[in-house]
């Protein structure tokens, strides 16, 4: 069992940074690979980008890459979600995720869920 709580959302112009933090409780951090996901009004939920377990392989959805960052400190329990040169089209709800076997973005893979953190992006 893993309990997931994310933090560090709010609102920024476009063009701004925000950082998200996910604290993780319970199980073995290190044996979860870790994946952001996003929802926007209306839309479904969207993989942003996910981190494996040792924090060498990360990948990200094409809208994100060059922009957003992930990494993980496994002695802290935390993921971070490194975003930079934020779009107004970024506004969601970000929620990070864990699993067993992937880090990948297919959502149904993810066995726990945090509640979510309001991201806010003005034009």
């Known amino acids: 069992q893993v309990q997931l709580v994310e933090s560090g959302g709010g609102l920024v112009q476009a063009g701004g940074s925000l950082s998200l933090s996910c604290a993780a409780s319970?199980?073995?951090?290190?044996?979860?690979?870790m994946g952001w996901f996003r929802q926007a009004p209306g839309k479904e939920r969207a993989f942003v980008g996910g981190i494996w377990r040792s924090g060498d392989r990360t990948y990200y959805a094409d809208s994100v890459k060059g922009r957003f960052t992930i990494s993980r400190d496994n002695a802290k329990n935390t993921v971070y979600l490194q975003m930079n040169s934020l779009k107004p089209e970024d506004t969601a709800v970000c929620y990070c995720?864990?699993?067993?076997?992937?880090?990948?973005?297919?959502?149904?893979?993810?066995?726990?869920w945090g509640q979510g953190t309001q991201v806010t992006v003005s034009s």
């Open positions: 319970g199980s073995d951090f290190s044996r979860y690979g």
């Open positions: 995720a864990a699993s067993r076997w992937t880090y990948g973005d297919n959502s149904h893979h993810y066995e726990y």
